[in-house]
């Protein structure tokens, strides 16, 4: 692909000293990067072929607090190291940084080499396996919502995340004039990443103040989770470097609308798409209705790798493009899932439900087993609904809160089959913790309500 380096080309690169840092990254429980900086001729030279980090990175949280119950890594354990295993077909430079290339990493044991299971990485690998088994490709593509700023990162923190103006002033939902004046934030977001090898499509605005839209063509389903990872930190670099804030919250203000990732797939055999059948009706084959009723009737069960946050909840309300069933419908904005494309080689499945703050290589993989289980049990599809799907009163809801999500999880017997009892375990302790740190903070609103007249 263009924009993506081969190790020779970096080798080469380094030599004549225009490459000079190399980043050695892998996305983490919450899909932030971590990693390190590497001096580029040390990089080639020796730890192209590995390096170390220590494992608690893959059992924090997202203040980087170490929470006890991690069968994997705890302070009884001693918190020792994982192998950082460079994927070297996947180096790439980085135009926003000067002299900067960066390469991801598969997590490994440090003492037996064998990739560690719960590494978001690994978890979707896993289930892309068990369907190239079955014969299948899955191609995915990810839609990344976000918020723009007037402000930046450090002036917004020491104002106590008070003073947030976006960087808009209304909504500006595919508004030409408004992303015009956005442009010194969203052209070199667009630019840069498609020099770096992603497949960038558009850019928009989106349905209120200051919310952007990135859209990046479809590709192999881990393609697809590297290149939003990567697209998600360049956002926030590109726009802090131009003195901006760039927040992937769902929910940043109650009487704003929400921040979604909505996620499209199909599956394909030998480069031709298996969802379609041009004698069907919309142009569903059967297979592609046992994969979206695996799809559709797990939903509850992997919520959490859609939804993992407390806050992440606070999106789902009727009336704002965030769905709150789990239900189909034909390109219809109220449902949790969305048939796209009817009737065309380029008929897919939306999946509506993720929110803006998912790690896409967890959402995929989940929704990868929902399929495959569709699949191989041969599952029914119901019809779809039409009309107001908000209204639908027998319709299933979506959890409705972080802590019914952990339960669904937690008790989901399909999930622990696919993906394994430690995984599972892994990121219902993950889930818990969230709950936890949230319940024992006094918040604002509490006080505000009740401090004179409770």
Same mark, same amino acid.
């Given at each position: 692909?263009?924009?993506?380096l081969t ?12 490459i ?5 990254? !892998? ?9 390190k900086r ?13 390096? #170390? ?5 893959? =059992?924090?949280?997202?203040?980087m ?9 705890s $302070?009884?354990?001693?918190?020792g ?6 994927? /070297? ?6 135009? $926003? ?10 997590i490994?044991?440090?003492?037996? #080499?064998? %990739?560690? %299971? ?14 190239? &088994? ?12 976000f918020?723009l ?14 003073? /947030? ?5 209304y ?5 030409i ?6 442009e ?14 992603? %497949? ?10 200051g919310q ?8 192999? =389903?881990?393609?697809? =989770? ?17 003195? #901006? ?6 929910? $940043? +203000? ?9 996620? +499209?797939?199909? *599956? ?14 919309l ?8 994969y ?6 797990y ?6 790798? *859609? ?9 789902? &309300?009727?009336?704002? !493009? ?25 008929v897919r ?9 998912l ?8 929704? *990868?087993a ?11 599809l ?10 639908d009163?027998? =319709?299933q ?20 089959? &696919?993906?394994?009892d ?10 818990? $913790? ?21």
């Amino acid at each position: 692909m263009p924009g993506l380096l081969t190790f020779d080309d970096l080798k080469a690169r380094v030599a004549e000293g225009s490459i000079d840092t190399v980043l050695t990254v !892998f996305p983490d429980m919450q899909g932030r990067l971590m990693g390190k900086r590497f001096h580029a001729v040390n990089f080639v030279e020796t730890s192209f072929k590995e390096t #170390h980090c220590c494992n608690y990175l893959l =059992a924090t949280d997202l203040e980087m607090a170490t929470p006890d119950g991690y069968a994997s890594s705890s $302070w009884e354990k001693g918190y020792g190291d994982y192998i950082m295993a460079p994927d /070297l077909a996947t180096i790439r430079e980085l135009p $926003w940084l000067e002299g900067t290339a960066m390469v991801l990493c598969d997590i490994l044991d440090h003492h037996t #080499h064998e %990739p560690v %299971p719960h590494a978001p990485r690994q978890v979707l690998k896993r289930q892309v396996d068990r369907l190239k &088994a079955l014969g299948f490709d899955a191609m995915m593509a990810t839609e990344l919502e976000f918020f723009l700023f007037e402000k930046s990162f450090d002036d917004i923190r020491r104002s106590g995340f008070r003073d /947030l103006t976006p960087i808009s002033g209304y909504n500006e939902d595919y508004a030409i004039l408004q992303t015009t004046k956005e442009e010194g934030v969203m052209r070199p977001i667009r630019n840069h990443l498609f020099a770096a090898g992603l %497949p960038i499509e558009n850019s928009k605005g989106e349905a209120e103040t200051g919310q952007e839209e990135l859209n990046i063509r479809y590709a192999a =389903a881990i393609d697809c =989770a590297d290149h939003h990872t990567i697209a998600k930190n360049a956002i926030k670099e590109i726009a802090w470097q131009q003195g #901006h804030a760039a927040t992937f919250l769902p929910k $940043w +203000h109650h009487d704003k609308v929400g921040s979604s990732s909505h996620v +499209h797939q199909s *599956l394909w055999v030998d480069g031709n798409p298996a969802f379609f059948d041009p004698d069907a009706d919309l142009g569903m084959s059967t297979l592609m209705k046992h994969y979206m009723a695996g799809l559709i009737a797990y939903s509850p069960d992997y919520t959490f790798f *859609l939804a993992p946050y407390v806050n992440s909840y606070k999106r789902f &309300a009727k009336g704002t !493009f965030a769905p709150t069933k789990t239900v189909w419908s034909v390109d219809n904005r109220t449902a949790g899932f969305r048939l796209c494309g009817d009737g065309t080689k380029g008929v897919r499945v939306e999946c509506r439900i993720g929110g803006s703050d998912l790690n896409p290589y967890l959402a995929q993989a989940a929704m *990868l087993a929902a399929g495959i289980k569709g699949i191989e049990d041969k599952m029914e599809l119901a019809p779809p609904t039409r009309g107001d799907v908000y209204e639908d009163a027998k =319709a299933q809801d979506i959890p409705q809160t972080l802590r019914a999500a952990t339960e669904t999880l937690r008790n989901s017997a399909f999930l622990r089959a &696919a993906m394994g009892d430690d995984v599972i375990d892994h990121y219902t302790r993950c889930a818990e $913790w969230e709950q936890e740190e949230f319940d024992r903070v006094v918040t604002d609103w509490e006080i505000a309500r009740g401090f004179e007249r409770a």
